[in-house]
């Protein structure tokens, strides 16, 4: 398989966060997410991004998600998408997110 191939496996899309909330039971401090991709709905994701980011600053934003990498089980939470995010200097997850606004649920390439 060549890197373009094993990058083309993964569903990668853009959503907006609809609501989150404190996910009190993670061993780890996280936020419950609900995230609207489009016409693949709204799908859930347990997320690790409490230093940078409130549950109401997150309200509204468009972030970047794998949609297919299966659904897990966070404290009892279903994460059905992965948020992605990179570490700053300190190791704090910086969201990713497109520059302007685009369609919900469009696949990035």
């Known amino acids: 398989m060549t890197p373009l ?3 083309q496996l993964l ?11 404190p996910h009190e039971k993670a061993r780890k401090p996280s936020y419950k997410l609900w995230i609207d991709l489009g016409p ?10 409490t230093a940078l980011y409130g549950p ?11 949609v297919n990498l299966g659904v897990r089980s966070v404290a009892g939470f279903p994460s059905e998408v992965l948020v992605l995010g990179v570490p700053d200097e ?13 369609p919900l649920g469009g696949r990035v390439f």
């Open 40 to 49: 693949l709905g709204v799908k859930t994701s347990s997320a690790q991004i």
């Open 90 to 102: 300190e190791g704090r997850v910086v969201l990713l997110t497109p520059e302007r606004p685009v």
């Open 11 to 21: 569903d990668l899309r853009v959503g907006r966060i609809l609501k989150a909330e």
């Open 56 to 66: 109401e600053e997150l309200v509204g934003r468009l972030v970047v998600c794998a």
């Open 5 to 7: 191939e094993a990058f």
